[in-house]
């Protein structure tokens, strides 16, 4: 991987150190100059070429088959949605419940992933039920995880890698488990999208919903569902308008949705964010996801190796190697994660504060392809350089 070309290509990486690619990851010229290309446009010819959703200015269809060859899946089985909550939302309110039906979830789980199961909860009266992941191995996961499971079971709810600790599940375990007691499983990617390959049929999960906007590096307010083919009919769009359908009689409101993930598209939206999000998916699959993931090992054991040791530096990650992402914790003895955060800001990194086990709170610091080996070991000499109080 040619790495001092691609940052060539990414701007912010020229004046900071940008570990923060697990909040919002930093776009490619191609990305930026794909949405600037068509604002552009949208700017000299009017915005009715965009209201009026011509294909070769939205670049819908085409957006949507990189976003399923990426996933290995279906054209008809992509829904572009703006975030990782749309899909959740998608599916959790287009579900057919029925009071005292459970779904499982993951203690680490992001809001966008979790909202929706305290609303049906009080809409519906359905359980949800919590799966704290223990990090030691994915046998406890699923060893914790079998023992939630009912058969009132309806799904399992569940970050493929968790935002904290970047902590990635056994998918392929879960969906089994959820298939065997009639359950689907459902994985929110927003983590875990653009760190490595993914194949949704390898996964074995029924739903996949994602943000593009981290590690994919897509603009911000970009995203996708994907549902298992055979799922799409029981999936009733819950929101809805112009968009989706084949047809639509405003005299009788006959309203026929496409078979596709398309019917869940609906209203207006900023299409020139979609050919942008294609041209992520474009920028980085020709980095090579294989290589990514690899890189990524290589750079958090590289900061692990850097920061053990340092007196008053305590680093973190899943205990379990095959578990572990691109991610690392770092905290310093005595200081919140919060003022840890803030001084390495200062110093010109991108990052956020995380908790670690126990009351632990540090850093999180995102290894993405781009970080470079040099800003691996300043970052870590800069964070013993905290904790030595200089
Ligand atoms: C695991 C995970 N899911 C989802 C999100 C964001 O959700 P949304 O795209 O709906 O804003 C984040 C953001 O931090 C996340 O870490």
Same mark, same amino acid.
């Given at each position: ?11 912010? @990486? ?41 294909? %070769? ?26 975030? !990782?909550? %749309? ?7 287009? $579900? ?23 609303? +049906? ?9 919590? +799966?704290?992941?223990? *990090? ?11 023992? +939630?499971? !009912? ?47 993914? *194949? ?5 999960? /029924? ?65 020139? @964010? ?14 090579? $996801? ?5 890189? %990524?090992?290589? $750079? ?43 001084? @390495? ?14 009351? $632990? ?5 995102? @290894? ?5 080996? /040099? ?16």
């Amino acid at each position: 991987m040619d790495v001092a070309n691609l940052r060539q290509q990414i701007p912010a @990486l020229k004046s900071s150190i940008y570990l923060n690619a697990g909040g919002i990851g930093p776009s490619p010229l191609p990305v930026t100059n794909a949405l600037l290309r068509l604002a552009n446009q949208v700017s000299e010819e009017g915005p009715d070429g965009m209201a009026f959703s011509r294909e %070769e200015f939205t670049r819908a269809k085409e957006t949507r088959a990189k976003v399923a060859r990426f996933l290995g899946a279906g054209d008809d089985e992509i829904t572009l949605a703006r975030s !990782t909550a %749309e899909g959740f939302d998608i599916v959790g309110h287009g $579900l057919r419940w029925q009071a005292g039906d459970e779904v499982v979830f993951g203690g680490g789980d992001h809001p966008a992933a979790r909202a929706i199961w305290a609303i +049906l909860a009080r809409r519906h009266g359905i359980r949800p039920i919590r +799966l704290d992941l223990r *990090d030691d191995s994915p046998e406890a996961i699923l060893e914790d995880a079998r023992k +939630l499971m !009912t058969p009132r079971t309806r799904l399992v709810s569940i970050s493929h890698v968790t935002s904290e600790n970047g902590l990635r599940v056994p998918a392929r375990e879960l969906a089994d488990l959820a298939h065997e007691h009639g359950a689907y499983l459902m994985l929110d990617g927003c983590q875990a999208v653009g760190q490595f390959p993914i *194949d949704v049929h390898e996964l074995g999960c /029924d739903f996949y919903a994602a943000g593009a906007y981290k590690w994919l590096l897509s603009p911000f307010g970009t995203g996708f569902l994907w549902t298992r083919r055979e799922l799409l009919p029981s999936i009733e769009p819950s929101w809805v308008g112009a968009g989706g359908t084949i047809g639509f009689d405003p005299e009788t409101a006959t309203w026929d949705p496409l078979p596709t993930g398309e019917k869940f598209e609906f209203g207006a939206r900023y299409w020139p @964010l979609v050919p942008a999000m294609g041209a992520a998916i474009d920028f980085v699959s020709s980095v090579g $996801l294989g290589a990514i993931a690899a890189r %990524e090992r290589d $750079l958090v054991e590289r900061m692990r190796e850097r920061l053990r040791g340092r007196p008053g530096v305590i680093e973190f990650a899943p205990r379990c190697t095959s578990l572990r992402t691109g991610v690392v914790g770092a905290a310093v003895e005595g200081m919140t994660g919060a003022d840890l955060a803030e001084r @390495l800001r200062a110093r010109r990194t991108h990052l956020r504060a995380n908790r670690g086990p126990g009351a $632990l709170t540090g850093v999180r610091l995102c @290894l993405a392809f781009f970080v470079t080996e /040099d800003e691996v070991d300043a970052t870590a000499d800069a964070i013993a350089d905290i904790a030595a109080g200089r």
